[in-house]
Nanobody
């Protein structure tokens, strides 16, 4: 069994920054992928960014150049540094780890508003 716990959400003004953290614990062996999705009200969940245990990253076009994903393999922890935040970044952000299957965190709210 694998547990995923996010932290770091909150309220931030447009143009501001926020860092999300996510730790996965449990039966995690070998290579894996961790990442973030987000879901805004009345919208489908969308991929924000992912990173493999080998360090390969992928970003949604809407966040390229503003968000940076990184990870600490020893701690099975992934971070999402979000800069130049926009109101359209407002959503619940969900962390996941893919080990045989995808395990999700409970989500953390990010609100960008003045």
């Amino acid at each position: 069994q694998v547990q995923v716990v996010e932290s770091g959400g909150g309220l931030v003004q447009p143009g501001g920054s926020l860092t999300l953290s996510c730790a996965a614990t449990g039966s995690i062996f070998g290579t894996n992928t961790m990442g973030w999705y987000r879901q805004a009200p009345s919208k489908e969940r969308e991929l924000v960014a992912l990173i493999t245990s080998g360090g390969i990253t992928n970003y949604a076009d809407s966040v390229k150049g503003r968000f940076t994903i990184s990870r600490d393999n020893a701690k099975n922890t992934v971070y999402l540094q979000m800069n130049s935040l926009k109101p359209e970044d407002t959503a619940v952000y969900y962390c996941y780890i893919y080990v045989v299957r995808r395990y999700w965190g409970q989500g953390t709210q990010v609100t960008v508003s003045s």
